[in-house]
């Protein structure tokens, strides 16, 4: 396995629609995912889509809920119902900064792993947040882009320190 160069905000792969996978089980495919889920790791990541790591494929990782790491190759999501929530965001992408986006709360997942098993569910909370974030990588935006409240928007050594304040 191998830490990738993580690109960041300017890139211009990171506004490019990434192209789907043609074959989950490709040897290739394989050892991106153990690579990116590396670069996750070391990183201090929750999520990282291919693009950041500047391959345009369709796919994404992220933290499970039980501490592992699960991949998710030509991912579909569907908002569940109507209720969205306001959160804050980071990216590896736009390291040092942070900023609150609206997502859907729940959300219905389809897609592949790297067994090339097809895989749906649900997901809801920070995992949601997560998988939508990851899947607007694949589709060459980014959070700022979302944002609709950009007072909400800042450093986080700034945003910690106000928070402080207020506290």
Known sequence: MALLKIARMGHPVLLAP???????????????VADMAETM?????????APQVHVGLRLFVWRTGAGGISALINPELEQV????????EGCLSIPGLR?????ASRLRFRGFDIDGNA????AAGLVARVMQHETDHLDGLLYPMRMEDFSLFGFNEELARAARKEG
Do not use: H, Q
């Not at 790791?41 to 889509?49: P, Q, T, Y």
């Open 41 to 49: 790791e070391d990183a201090s990541g929750l999520g990282l889509a």
């Open 81 to 88: 119902g109507e209720e969205t929530e306001l959160g804050w």
């Open 119 to 122: 895989v749906d569910g649900e």
């Open 18 to 32: 990434a192209a789907p996978v043609d074959d989950p089980t490709a040897p290739e495919i394989r050892r991106l």
């Open 99 to 103: 900023g609150a986006v609206r997502r």
